[in-house]
């Protein structure tokens, strides 16, 4: 038994579609200033041996970790654990699969179907048989209430006819006069006027019947209801109606209420619509899985006392959550946001300033992203045809992954969309599954059975099963052959698909480069995920990139990234101001006012002085235009005294090629965000240290076996040497053909690259 300190273990577990993977650190026991780390690679799925991978992978760690025999199934003891951080996938795969929750949708009386008709978006403009996805909700219930703001923002005298306020916006001082105006009121009718969050006026035509709502409610909740989305007309500046409602929900026994004033408080009903009807319909599934997984273990874990385990989630736009925080809505991309912070922390040079592309070469799907010293958040995403208006980061994904089904369909090789997933996996996990790219990396020889896990098989012991691929592979290129009357060699056939694969692999990198301007050469690639290995050296050389990364725990950086993320909390309030050296001050007032409640928070949550960075945003557009943008200005903007303008210009410049200059610019929203920092330095980057190391050509002695190995211009290379990464040191340089392989990763070096090993990473440059 090895004696580990109360409060030391720090375990971080992503839960992927197909494989979970869990990295944990602790005080090394013969040296308490270092910590060792331990990693585990599990199958997602695996009903036969477990109910819950993270939870199974958190019982092997703490096996590893204290020399103790822990029995599957009990329930954990956390008093040595430190902080548990989570990503996962289940919100995602309950969009895309439309396995989320039943629930019901209360909307402003006339606007029962907005949601379904929704922005007249026409994605396939060409396609003769349109089929929309139904909505989430199942059921519409109309509130009998509305309210309007007063006056008209295609006005042109508009800031001059508006109503003018007192000082602290509680009574009017002049009423509206604007057209329309009723000539006797304060606006264009009667009711009553009351400022907004805005700063617009919003005149209330009438209030909710709370006793008819109710009525309404409780027959929902009888016929078995249980999850709310509330979306009422302007309440993103006038929430009190929702609230109202949000609140007799709940005494009526709703368990998830998403009020979409509380969620979102930006303007446009249609987005805001749908993120709530997402958030009710994912939010409650989230919650039970996240039941099932705290039942696993002591009741210590979900106290939330300060001398508890914490227990983190990874968010969307890459921030950290607490329980409280977390949710369906902010949850969609928590399982590849962990993979971004991990290859940008680990890859970027603060001095070099190279931008990177993030390849995450996973089981089920691929996801590219871009990091250029700053994540790359967007406002506005569509997931399996639901349109959300949430921040996440700048992820485009495809579906080609190591599990992606390869099949021949009219004459042409496909790789994806479906894919084989865990259960029942590819050809060679002994499961009866289908052709993946998997299996033609094993046939090629770009996989090892003998190196890879052997967790296959009913007894979870056994290795890859390379003749089951061969076999599926031979009925596939004798109907190739057959329908092409050619008599391709099986390799060629094999290697076909993977260059299919590698090419759909590159669609969403050129995406997030080529399509906006910057040149995909001068990046750097950082491939992570458990088959990245395997593609980066020939998906770089499709994009002229020179420079690989390859992050020693690349295989695994989903989860080793949570170690590194960062605790954030952001608030936003909706505006509607015309941006000018007037109102500059009052909207500095009020990032102040966010900046301070923001802070409290963070400090509340364990964070305060330097390990706190504040980001301040105004989402800003032209008079007349619909396209809003997020603004964070930087000291080279303008006076460099957060002048915001110049920065939206900068910005609009960069997205649109041009300005509107003759046009007014207005905020439409008011954004800070704070950053807890959990570490407080990453240590030399990877560039300087390969400038400064001395490199070793490392010797075909070294090598600890010879493969047959298939490359592409060059053919079979029969004695291609395979190379242990834990035998190598740093400064080794390694010249291909050859493989590099750990326990959780394969490597392939193509002829024409060379690959040094620097303390945390494999640095590989492409010759010509």
């Not at 579609?17 to 690679?41: L, M, Q, W």
Request: proline share 5%.
């Amino acid at each position: 038994m090895i004696e580990v300190p109360d409060r030391s273990i720090r375990i971080c577990a992503d839960r992927g579609g197909t494989f979970c993977d869990v990295h944990a650190s602790y005080p090394d026991p013969d040296n308490p200033n270092e910590r060792k780390d331990i990693i585990v690679k599990l199958l997602s799925q695996d009903t036969a041996n477990y109910g819950d991978a993270p939870t199974e992978g958190i019982r092997r760690v703490l096996e590893i970790a204290t020399g103790q025999t822990i029995p599957r199934g009990s329930v954990l003891d956390t008093s040595k654990i430190d902080y548990i951080r989570l990503s996962t996938t289940v919100a995602t795969n309950a969009l895309l699969e439309r396995k989320g929750h039943r629930h019901a949708l209360l909307i402003t009386k006339g606007f029962k179907d907005l949601l379904l008709i929704g922005n007249q978006s026409r994605p396939r403009i060409f396609d003769l048989n349109i089929r929309r996805p139904s909505p989430l909700y199942s059921e519409v219930v109309e509130v009998d209430e509305r309210v309007t703001l007063v006056g008209y923002t295609s006005d042109p005298k508009s800031e001059e006819n508006a109503i003018q306020w007192n000082d602290d916006g509680s009574s009017i001082i002049r009423g509206y006069r604007g057209p329309g105006w009723d000539g006797e009121g304060n606006a264009e009718g009667p009711g009553d006027i009351v400022r907004g969050i805005s700063g617009e006026a919003v005149r209330i035509l009438k209030r909710p019947d709370l006793d008819l709502v109710r009525r309404d409610l409780q027959r929902l909740y009888d016929t078995g209801y249980r999850s709310l989305a509330i979306v009422l007309v302007h309440s993103y500046t006038f929430p009190e109606h929702e609230i109202q409602i949000g609140k007799l929900a709940r005494e009526v026994g709703f368990t998830q209420v998403s009020e979409s004033s509380q969620l979102l408080p930006m303007i446009k009903m249609v987005p805001r619509g749908v993120s709530s009807t997402a958030d009710a319909y994912l939010t409650p599934i989230l919650r039970e899985y996240l039941d099932g997984f705290f039942y696993g273990f002591d009741a210590k874990l979900k106290d939330g006392r300060i001398k508890s385990p914490r227990v983190e989630f990874m968010g969307s736009d890459g921030g950290l959550l607490d329980l409280n925080n977390f949710s369906g809505l902010k949850s969609i991309l928590s399982g590849p946001a962990g993979g971004v912070v991990g290859y940008a922390l680990t890859s970027w040079d603060a001095d070099r300033k190279y931008p990177i592309i993030g390849l995450d070469v996973g089981g089920t799907s691929t996801d590219v992203s871009r990091f250029d010293g700053r994540y790359e958040v967007v406002y506005e995403t569509t997931t399996a045809g639901v349109t959300i208006q949430s921040p996440q980061l700048d992820i485009n994904t495809v579906a080609a992954g190591g599990g992606s089904c390869l099949t021949f369909r009219n004459g042409l090789f496909l790789a994806g969309p479906e894919s084989a997933g865990a259960q029942p996996g590819p050809a060679c996990y002994r499961k009866g599954g289908p052709l993946a790219v998997t299996d033609a990396n094993l046939l090629l020889g770009r996989l090892i059975p003998d190196y890879f896990p052997k967790i296959f098989g009913k007894s979870e012991k056994e290795p890859l099963d390379s003749e089951a691929s061969r076999v599926a592979f031979e009925k596939v290129a004798k109907e190739i052959n057959e329908s092409h009357e050619m008599n391709l060699g099986l390799d060629d056939i094999v290697y076909g698909f993977i260059k299919v694969a590698n090419e759909t692999m590159c669609r969403p990198i050129r995406a997030l480069t080529e399509a906006r301007g910057y040149s995909t050469g001068k990046h750097v690639l950082a491939s992570f995920g458990g088959a990245g290995g395997q593609h980066a050296c020939e998906i770089a050389s499709l994009l002229g990139i020179k420079t690989i990364l390859i992050h020693r725990y690349s295989s695994i950086l989903s989860a080793y990234g949570l170690a590194l993320a960062d605790r954030a909390y952001e608030l936003q309030e909706p505006s509607s101001t015309f941006y000018s050296a007037q109102t500059r001050q009052h909207l500095m007032v009020r990032l102040d006012k966010l900046t301070s409640d923001v802070k409290t928070e963070l400090k509340h949550q364990g964070f305060e002085g330097d390990r706190v960075r504040v980001e301040r945003m105004l989402n800003m557009r032209f008079d007349g235009t619909d396209t809003a943008l997020m603004v964070l200005p930087n000291e080279s903007d303008g006076d460099g005294a957060e002048d915001f303008e110049a920065a939206f210009k900068r910005v609009y410049k960069a997205e649109f090629g041009f300005l509107l200059d003759t046009k007014s610019i207005i905020v439409d929203d008011v954004k800070v965000r704070g950053i807890g920092k959990t570490f407080d330095h990453l240590g030399e980057s990877v560039y300087s240290e390969v400038d400064r190391l001395e490199k070793r050509p490392v010797a075909r002695g070294r090598a600890d076996s010879t493969y047959s190995v298939y490359f592409d211009k060059v053919g079979r290379v029969t004695d291609t040497p395979v190379f242990l990464l834990d035998n190598l040191g740093v400064g080794d340089e390694v010249t291909g053909p050859a493989m590099i392989i750990d326990n959780t990763q394969t490597i392939v070096i193509v002829p024409s690259a060379r690959a040094v090993l620097t303390s945390k990473h494999l640095y590989i440059t492409l010759e010509e």
